[in-house]
């Protein structure tokens, strides 16, 4: 696999996987509520252009709950999601703006999952040649054809033809970037992208996703690898019980972190 | 002279309450004819499901054989063969007998699906685990599988129950006297036809809708320590 | 034996129409049924419930005879073999929505929400994503279902449909050879839903968690 810098064998720059024009993201006052339980309680989250943010924090945090509050996969019980011009504002679970705004976020926002969530009916190719077709009107010539450069780029070009049954997690999960990219994000949510995976493999994925925050995406990554959380990311923020306790360079949270609670996390995590 | 006069006075044969009398009539040989089946066809399943596992091809084969053709035929087509194929033999049964000879063996074929399903579903390491701790062949089905599978098999097999009473109303073409012969014969009369049959098919669904119900119930409440491995 | 043949087999005219407009019917209506069920909203999901249920409730033979003599009393009326197709299609749908069902909910959320996440219309979430999936994991259970709407258009003939049943039935009757002619109609019976048996078996075999009748 060749998680090659952008220079190849002939000297050409290899292309980037990311669109030029990336935005920044703000969720405003996300709440939401499942039943009795509220999952996330008031949580505000800015991330600058081309900014990577790192979420870490205990399980049943609200990380997950908050990327897809971001993506509108579950529609916040209150709060308001900016992803570059795109507004969308949610009152008593009620989404205030109209279906089409709601596609133009779902363009515009990548994710990629902890399981990884191939069509399995589909071939590699198909599956992200697919979605190019189908929500960016492209012809299949055209699809196909950014298909396989994107599956180079992840180091999957031969996998093209085979079934995801067939692939490992690891590159399962490399097939759901180069899926998630093909449609030119302008922002990539990562869930936990290698909680599923053998610590070897995940570096592999985690190696994918710092060439891709050095192209400048705008990346909100919701993880338990610190390593990636330390080294590649330019913010973390900490989530316990539904909120945001901590925030702020990954240095200073890591190794100074001011919050009782995240202490106790970072003790748990670190010290294996 | 009163006893005269109800002899004179023809029933009222439009009335709910004269139908439902003569359906009530049918539902009673419904289930007897359901009951009498299902006392021959489980036994029958269950040794079916034994020789259709065996390794002796002639036990086998055989199993097999009624197994297919019991499930695979229509049962109309086992009811008609019984009731005009047997008569070719010089052999002449009353409708009944011949009704519980065809279900019996339709019946018998799919429960054998059942049993044998139930069996499939009990994992290796329960035969395994019975034979370390020391038991002997016998005992490892009587104590530790057959309990299991039994757990497994009753709810389709309750299910397989109320489907074969429900398929009871084809006897009608035989002549049984249950619930769709009377109410056939009754429309005959009546000319009532949807009222008629609305009739039997509430009588049906009075006892079909509660039983698969109750079925429901006991399945989850069967299922409730069940391991999936 | 060639005699009884020849009498019998132009039965399969109507037991062929029957047996594929019912499941022709009852795919495409069940497809509804089993999408009204997971609706958000519930008097919808309640209806789509208990239509099934009473559908399932109530014997073939009795909603045969209700579609056939009952409603011409409210005017309306069908020919024997229109009123067995429809009747049947109806049914059959209940019992491919349930199979659906099963076969929808096999397939994980995730499915749902990397169609969402990518953007993919409703339609064609639903067409491309959804659809496949569920035929694949239904696909053995909907052919065993073929058999049983096969073993079922034999109670046409109780309405006068002159299929197989009602051939072999009046054949019998004039050469007094039941016994013969049910065992050719039996073989007939199980040549037509042998292609269907194979199918479904061989797939059964690598999905083996369902224990039912068919």
């Keep these: 696999m060749n998680s090659s810098s952008p220079a190849d064998a002939d000297g050409t720059s290899a292309p980037p996987l990311v669109a030029p024009a990336s935005v920044g993201v703000s969720a405003t006052g996300i709440c939401k509520e499942f039943g009795d339980h509220a999952a996330l309680t008031d949580v505000t989250l800015d991330v600058d252009v081309g900014e990577v943010v790192s979420v870490i924090g205990p399980s049943g945090a609200g990380k997950t709950t908050l990327l897809r509050c971001i993506n509108m996969l579950e529609i916040p019980t209150s709060g308001r999601v900016t992803v570059g011009d795109v507004v969308l504002e949610a009152v008593d679970g009620q989404l205030q703006q109209p279906r089409s705004v709601l596609a133009a976020l779902r363009r515009s926002a990548g994710m990629v999952f902890q399981s990884f969530n191939l069509f399995p009916h589909l071939t590699v190719l198909r599956n992200v040649a697919m979605p190019q077709e189908r929500v960016l009107g492209r012809s299949r010539e055209e699809a196909e054809a950014s298909s396989l450069a994107l599956l180079e780029r992840v180091g999957l070009r031969e996998k093209a033809h085979a079934y995801p049954e067939r692939c490992s997690g690891g590159q399962q999960q490399r097939v759901a970037i180069a899926r998630a990219l093909a449609l030119k994000p302008a922002v990539m949510l990562f869930d936990e992208p290698t909680s599923a995976l053998d610590p070897e493999v995940g570096a592999e994925i985690l190696a994918i996703m710092r060439e891709l925050a050095a192209d400048g995406m705008t990346m909100i990554v919701a993880t338990h690898e610190m390593s990636f959380a330390k080294e590649a990311s330019d913010r973390i923020v900490v989530m316990v019980d539904g909120r945001i306790i901590e925030a702020g360079a990954p240095a200073e949270v890591i190794h100074n972190p001011s919050h009782e609670r995240t202490r106790r996390f970072l003790r748990a995590v670190l010290n294996r | 002279m009163i006893a005269a006069l109800a002899v004179v006075a023809p029933p009222d044969v439009g009335s709910f309450g004269y139908i439902a009398g003569q359906l009530l009539d049918g539902l009673v040989t419904a289930l007897k004819l359901t009951g009498a089946t299902l006392l021959i066809a489980l036994p029958l399943a269950l040794l079916l499901a034994i020789l259709s596992d065996s390794r002796l091809a002639v036990a086998r084969w055989p199993a097999l054989v009624v197994v297919e053709l019991g499930r695979g035929l229509p049962l109309l087509i086992l009811l008609y063969l019984m009731y005009q194929g047997l008569p070719q033999l010089a052999v002449t049964l009353s409708s009944f007998t011949t009704a519980l000879i065809a279900f019996s063996w339709a019946t018998a074929a799919y429960a054998t699906e059942i049993v044998r399903g139930s069996l499939g579903a009990i994992p290796r390491g329960q035969f395994e685990a019975a034979r370390a701790v020391g038991l002997s062949s016998g005992d490892v089905y009587r104590f530790a599988i057959l309990p299991q599978a039994g757990r497994v098999a009753l709810p389709p097999l309750l299910n397989l129950a109320i489907q074969i009473f429900q398929l009871t109303s084809i006897t009608f073409v035989i002549g049984l006297p249950e619930i769709m012969q009377h109410a056939y014969l009754g429309t005959t009369v009546n000319f009532l036809y949807m009222k008629t049959f609305l009739m039997a098919g509430a009588l049906y669904a009075a006892i079909a809708l509660p039983g698969s119900a109750l079925v429901g119930i006991l399945d989850k409440r069967l299922s409730r320590h069940v391991q999936t491995v | ?214």
């Design chain 3, 1 to 214: 034996m060639g005699d009884e043949l020849s009498h019998i087999l132009p039965g399969l005219r109507d037991t062929a129409i029957i047996t594929c407009g019912a499941y022709l019917i009852g795919a495409v209506l069940g497809a509804f049924v089993a999408a009204a069920r997971r609706v958000r909203r519930r008097p919808v999901r309640l209806l789509a419930w208990s239509l099934v249920e009473l559908v399932r409730a109530v014997p073939v033979l009795v909603w045969l005879f209700l579609v056939f003599y009952g409603l011409p009393q409210y005017g309306i009326s069908f020919s024997p073999v229109v009123a067995a197709t429809l009747t049947l299609g109806v049914i059959a749908s209940s019992y491919l929505s349930e199979i659906y069902r099963g076969g929808l909910a096999a397939i994980g959320r995730g499915q749902w929400d990397a169609s969402a996440a990518l953007g993919l219309s409703r339609r064609d979430t639903a067409l491309r994503v959804i659809v496949p999936q569920t035929l694949r994991v239904s696909g053995p259970a909907m052919a065993g279902y073929g058999i049983w709407l096969l073993k079922d258009s034999a109670l046409a003939s109780t309405i006068g449909v002159v299929e197989l049943t009602y051939r072999a039935s009046a054949e019998a009757q004039s050469t007094g050879k039941g016994m013969t002619v049910f065992a050719i109609v039996g073989v007939i019976y199980l040549l037509l839903g042998l292609p269907l048996a194979l199918a479904s078996r061989s797939v059964d075999r690598r999905m083996r968690s369902r224990w039912s009748m068919s």
